[in-house]
């Protein structure tokens, strides 16, 4: 089983950035599509970004195209969520996870298993 831990939230202005990164343990998560998601206080967990397994594909959520990247490092078992020009309704919990269930596609939470215990941002305006 593979455990994650999210690290590099906080709190920040609008306009600033911040790097997210997401450690995996246990087990390689080389071979796997991984998913970022948020979620924000009384709202549901909502897709950001996924990288493909060798990194030379990506895909984002509306709301955050063109201003964040994701990448992945697969030497370090780890994977970042770069964000730029951040606003306050980015604030919210970021996890990721590996895409582990075949059906519904990366965009939906329910395709992933494992979750770490997430990192917080908070965008002050």
């Known amino acids: 089983q593979v455990q994650l831990v999210e690290s590099g939230g906080g709190l920040v202005q609008a306009g600033g950035s911040l790097r997210l990164s997401c450690a995996a343990a246990?087990?390689?998560?080389?071979?796997?599509?991984m998913g970022w998601f948020r979620q924000a206080a009384g709202k549901e967990r909502e897709f950001v970004a996924a990288?493909?397994?060798?990194?030379?594909?990506?895909w984002y959520g509306d709301s955050v195209k063109g201003r964040f990247t994701c990448s992945r490092d697969n030497a370090k078992n780890t994977v970042y969520l770069q964000m730029n020009s951040l606003k306050p309704e980015d604030t919210a919990v970021y996890h990721c996870?590996?895409?582990?269930?075949?059906?519904?596609?990366?965009?939906?939470?329910?395709?992933?298993?494992?979750w770490g215990q997430g990192t917080q941002v908070t965008v002050s305006s």
């Open positions: 996870a590996p895409l582990t269930r075949a059906g519904w596609g990366f965009r939906n939470a329910a395709s992933y298993d494992f």
């Open positions: 246990g087990r390689t998560v080389s071979t796997y599509t």
């Open positions: 990288i493909n397994s060798n990194g030379a594909s990506t």
